[in-house]
Structures are given as structure tokens and as C-alpha cells.
């Protein structure tokens, strides 16, 4: 078990975290994907909702 928390430390002490600046833009990036994606499926079920309507 010490051994597998040595191994961790190590590991750990390899990672290269990302900046504030990096973190801040990927999350923005994220948000915005986001808000795009939602946008586009409340878009399609709007017209499928509004075409189902316009049949029956």
C-alpha cells in the first residue's frame, strides 16, 4: 500500500497542470458548446413539436 502512495506522488509530480488563463478559456469553450448544443436541440424539438401539430 506505501508503495502505491509513492507511486501516486510520483505520478503526480510528472502532471503539468494548466494555467488559470487555460482553465478560464477551456471553460468557456465548454459553456459555450454547450449553450450552442442546447440551443440546437430546443430548435429541433420546437420544429418536430411544431410539424407534429401542423399534421394531426
Request: net charge positive; aromatic share 14%; glycine share 2%.
Amino acid at each position: 500500500m506505501i508503495k502505491f502512495f509513492k507511486s501516486v506522488a510520483q505520478e503526480m509530480k510528472m502532471v503539468i497542470w494548466p494555467s488559470a488563463k487555460q482553465n478560464r478559456h477551456d471553460t468557456a469553450i465548454v459553456i459555450t458548446s454547450s449553450i450552442l448544443f442546447a440551443a440546437y436541440l430546443g430548435a429541433l424539438d420546437w420544429l418536430f413539436s411544431w410539424l407534429t401539430q401542423r399534421i394531426m
